[in-house]
């Protein structure tokens, strides 16, 4: 899983078989439970977005309407340098998580492109309290020579609020 | 059960010391308390004019244990119904937010109209003639007023007019109200969170200057990273005031953009010109000193007991209500000026999130931090917190407790226990 850091790399007109998305979900979650953040935004195109909408507006667009989280490229790899770094101190000692995919369903592929939603349970435990992280993922992946990269990751809580959770201090 | 203190909060002026008995976090029946002689005495945040745009337009409020529809009726006239059927109790409005002619309680199937009149009781002929319509219609919350657009509700019928409790907050609302002639709007989507602390931590924590060097460094790094430079001196800005009645802001200069109106690099080339025209504009509108105070400082403002309206980076409007003594629910949005065009709020709520928020690169930091302070006090129980910064300082700056002495001496003022108060607090406890 942990392929050079190209994003740059040439896209391949192939299209992603569900084997290899569903492959790539479970190491990109693997990376995130094991915190290799590193690695992980490695797997981001230059153009990629991360974003949380918040939860009473789950469909919306985050350049009209607040999100939790919406990342462009730089925020991202800013938001990953300050959770590695040790003044983040919601995150520092960083929590464990626990990721659970399922009902992955590929929507769309054009050529090299694959328009993918998941499912996701994530487990927050910290300071002897679990936070149940519920709702959907929209993946943009595309095939690169390097491997598979994303261009746009949406998580989308089904939670009414984050009151049962409180914030979202890590990735999600 | 433990009673009331004679006090939690130690003035003493005369050794330039001010300190915060811990308990006053901890105890329930502190909490009690506070809701009868604070939140039932105060001038409550309940929604912005902008949320009710049309007749019918309606959000459900949630201040602590009271759901109040936030209502424009078809006459137009702004509401606060509380959410409770007058026959048996059930709440009448189920939606977070919506447009309605009228609410159904679908226990019965009484029918309120969105003026809260009573206009549909089912089997009505069972009725006697003591049955009247009239006196059924939804409750409101006794008092409703509002300040250029921003509604609060009252429990207390007796308070004072809103602007005579504003006092001197009104001026600083008016700083954020000012920044448009088309009016200001909530932005769609709230951030929706708890935090595990006492709700008077996050009071404190809304305008403390003097926790970002070391709560927020990771924060100041990015800033400083994305190109962030200090604004030109000359005019220079670095004060707390009292603003009366438990109301208090600090107002500065910060290295931050701000969409009204400060350029930083992490805005683009491109939106300078913008920048610089939305400035000249505020110039030619309110004269340039107003222009210049508007655009230029940054405001952390806090209207007692539980509003923060912080126009920093972006407007963010924060509201939050105790559960218990260690949880609070806490509602905040993003507060822009109507019409701004697109790429503008974009830059807007990019600059929001930089900051703002439970995902936010500050945010989750301060929560965490009232949260270990909460879990602290619960070690220490009887200790004094000390907020005596800059207490003898003639201009106190952003750094000190100025403000937060302000809120902790109407605090006291208000809670003042004597032996009837203590009886009331436990009465609202058992409650």
């Known amino acids: 899983m942990s392929r050079p850091a190209d994003a740059r790399s040439p896209l391949l007109a ?36 991360y974003s949380v909408p918040s939860t009473d507006a789950p469909d919306a667009d985050p350049s009209d309407t607040l999100f939790l989280i919406a990342d462009d490229a730089a925020s991202l790899r800013s938001r990953v340098e ?91 | 059960m433990t009673m009331l203190r004679n006090s939690y909060v130690d003035d003493d002026a005369r050794n330039g010391l001010f300190r915060v008995q811990r308990q006053a976090f901890l105890d329930p029946e502190v909490l009690a308390a506070e809701r009868a002689r604070i939140f039932d005495r105060s001038w409550l945040y309940l929604g912005h004019e902008s949320e009710l745009a049309e007749p019918g337009d309606f959000r459900m409020r949630e201040l602590g244990v009271r759901r109040i529809v936030f209502v424009r009726g078809k006459d137009r006239v702004v509401r606060a119904l509380l959410n409770s059927c007058t026959h048996r109790g059930a709440e009448v409005c189920r939606e977070r937010s919506g447009n309605a002619n009228s609410f159904q309680c679908f226990y019965h199937g009484w029918t309120f109209a969105n003026d809260g009149r009573l206009i549909g009781v089912p089997g009505e002929e069972a009725y006697a003639s003591g049955f009247s319509r009239e006196k059924l219609a939804l409750r409101e919350a ?52 708890a935090i595990n602390a006492n709700w008077k931590l996050l009071v404190e924590n809304s305008c403390d200057g003097y926790h970002a060097q070391i709560a927020h460094a990771r924060y100041l790094k990015y800033l400083a990273a994305s190109g962030a430079v200090g604004l030109p001196q000359g005019l220079k800005w670095n004060r707390a005031r009292d603003l009366g009645n438990g109301h208090a802001c600090l107002e500065y200069t910060a290295a931050w953009g701000r969409p009204i109106a400060h350029w930083v690099p992490a805005f683009g080339e491109g939106a300078a010109p913008e920048i ?17 105070r508007i655009a230029t400082t940054s405001r952390n403002l806090g209207i007692f007991p539980n509003l923060v309206i912080n126009d920093i980076m972006a407007i963010t409007v924060r509201t939050f209500h ?13 507060l822009a000026p109507r019409g701004e065009v697109p790429e503008h709020r974009r830059h807007r709520l990019q600059n929001f999130l930089t900051f703002l928020g439970p995902g936010g690169f500050a945010t989750p930091d301060d929560i965490e ?51 009837a108060s203590i009886a009331e607090g436990r009465r609202v406890a058992a409650r």
Not at chain 1, 84 to 96: I, M
Not at chain 2, 276 to 292: F, N, Q, S, V
């Open chain 2, 142 to 193: 006794p008092r409703l007023e509002q300040y250029r657009g921003f509604y609060f509700v009252s429990f207390d019928p007796e308070i004072v007019s809103l602007p005579e409790y504003l006092a001197g907050a009104a001026e600083y609302l008016d700083l954020v109200a000012d920044q448009s002639e088309l009016g200001m709007e909530i932005v769609g989507g709230t951030q929706s969170y």
């Open chain 1, 14 to 49: 192939a299209d992603l078989s569900r084997a290899e998305i569903e492959d790539f979900l479970y190491e990109e979650a693997a990376l995130l439970d094991e915190w290799r953040l590193d690695v992980w935004l490695a797997l981001f195109t230059d153009d990629a977005t």
């Open chain 2, 322 to 334: 105790p559960l218990a003594p260690g949880r609070m629910n806490v509602e905040a949005w993003s």
């Open chain 1, 82 to 172: 300050q959770l590695l770094g040790k003044t983040t101190w919601s995150e520092n000692p960083h929590a464990r998580t626990r990721r659970l995919l399922g009902n992955v369903r590929i929507r769309r592929t054009d050529g090299a492109r694959a328009w993918v939603t998941a499912n996701f349970v994530v487990y927050r435990m910290r300071s002897h309290q679990t936070a149940t992280y519920i709702g959907r993922y929209e993946y943009v992946l595309e095939r690169r020579q390097a491997g598979v990269r994303i261009q746009h990751r949406r998580a989308i809580l089904d939670l009414e609020s984050l009151r049962d959770v409180g914030k979202v201090s890590f990735i999600l």
């Open chain 2, 276 to 292: 610089e025209e939305i400035r000249a504009k505020l110039a030619a509108r309110l004269g340039a000193e107003r222009a210049h």
């Open chain 2, 369 to 419: 931090a009232l949260e270990s302070c909460h879990r602290g006090y619960a070690s220490t129980g009887g200790e004094w917190n000390d907020i005596s910064r800059d207490i003898v300082t003639p201009e106190p700056p952003i750094t000190g407790e100025h403000q937060m002495r302000a809120f902790w001496r109407r605090w006291q003022e208000l809670l003042a226990p004597n032996v």
